[in-house]
């Protein structure tokens, strides 16, 4: 699927002592706001998300509810970055920076 023929997606990764967040938003055209926090844990919220996708049922935009999960991680401002070519233009600069040959768990999801 193209990530374009989404409105919100997220990316999570988490290795020893380093976890980030990347939040993708569609704000005009095939442009994202994509929000950012880095920091030593994601405490839970890979699994908070999967329980609430899991919940909504594709019922209402799960993206709004998983931003609400996301409140608690104070993000950067976002910035407007073109729409990426890819999943690996999307993620793999967020990946690399967790250091080659180290464990690291990436989570992604495609919200709506």
Known sequence: MELTERRIFV?????ENLAQVRFFEQV???EYAVSAWTGESLDGAG???????LKNKGINCVGEQVRG???GFPMAAPATVPAPANARAAFAHTVRAHGEGTFTRATFALLC
């Open 69 to 71: 999960l996301l409140a």
């Open 28 to 30: 005009k055209g095939k």
């Open 11 to 15: 990316l999570l990764t988490e290795s």
């Open 47 to 53: 699994a908070a998300i999967g329980e609430t996708i």
